[in-house]
């Protein structure tokens, strides 16, 4: 009964397919950051369509303004229409709805309490959370407004900004000490907050609260900007020096695929980082450096 239920609905889908459409799909799907250009023979034989017929489709892309032509190589591109398209895309997902699945599996991955901040009047502001099903868990509230100074996603937010930015907020906001382990002074937080935008991720090494360490990673938006910060924590027992290395790995590469669901991808900036990312070796002591830095 299933199987047939289920060969009814393929054949009903198939019913519905229409080639043009999906030839369109495929011509626009050979176009990458890596190429972003195509003559009509290339596009033809990475379709399988003949030239003629790529030729076709193509002059009526164009029209649309799906596709452009540069007037002297003749070679195509994606149009302003695809970007407008993509624009309004964007502005319809909602960061927590494509965020949740990102943070449910690095808690699961992790073990560790997940969170997600952005970053409002100066502070990380936490605005969602995944308890890791463990005895001990991080007392934190969302909604609330954390130092940005002194908290791993507070400070992945803040390498973004230049440094008169920086100095405006905790000017502003001041770099109150919590524990013995706070950074208290601009000049100090300025020169970590260089080390986070190289590696690629925070660290909040009992800064905020005794006990607790925290690993964070930056979430960037189609434009290559810093929209948010995601990340886990837990207490020092769990989550020792010698974990922040697989713990950086695992909340980057979520951030990462978080990044690019929000449009990333298409950033320069984004891909630039990413490859600075990816050429961290496993071997190199980015976890040492990165506490030093915290301390």
């Known amino acids: 009964m299933t199987t047939t239920a289920h060969t009814d609905t393929n054949a009903a889908r198939d019913r519905y397919r229409i080639q043009a459409v999906e030839r369109v799909g495929a011509i626009l799907e050979v176009f990458s950051t890596e190429e972003p250009e195509l003559g009509v023979t290339e596009i ?49 997902m909602s960061l927590w709805d494509e965020a949740l699945p990102f943070l449910e599996g690095l808690v699961r991955d992790s073990g560790e309490t997940g969170h997600l901040a952005v970053l409002e009047r100066g502070e990380a502001i936490y605005i969602e959370k995944v308890e890791a099903r463990r005895a001990l868990r991080i007392p934190s509230a969302m909604g609330r407004g954390y130092p940005a100074h002194a908290t791993s996603l507070g400070k992945v937010l803040l390498a973004d900004l230049g440094e008169d930015d920086v100095r405006e907020i905790t000017s502003a906001h001041g770099m109150a000490s919590y524990t ?116």
């Open 44 to 92: 033809a034989g990475r379709t399988g369509l003949h030239k003629s017929t790529a030729h076709r489709f193509l002059v009526n892309l164009e029209a649309v303004g799906l596709l452009e032509r540069d007037a002297k190589s003749q070679r195509y591109r994606l149009g302003l229409r695809m970007f407008e398209m993509g624009g309004i895309v964007l502005e319809q």
């Open 180 to 295: 013995r382990t706070t950074t208290t002074d601009v000049d100090r937080l300025l020169a970590e907050l260089a080390v986070i935008r190289e590696q690629g991720y925070a660290v909040d090494d009992e800064e905020y609260d005794e006990g607790l360490r925290c690993v964070g990673a930056p979430i960037r938006d189609h434009t290559g900007r810093f929209v948010a910060a995601l990340g886990i924590g837990g207490p020092v027992t769990r989550v020792t020096p010698e974990r922040v290395d697989d713990l950086a790995r695992l909340v980057i590469d979520a951030a990462d695929g978080l990044s690019r669901r929000l449009g990333a991808s298409q950033s320069g900036a984004f891909n630039r980082a990413a490859r600075r990312v990816r050429a961290t070796t496993p071997s190199t002591p980015r976890p040492s450096a990165a506490l030093n830095v915290v301390r």
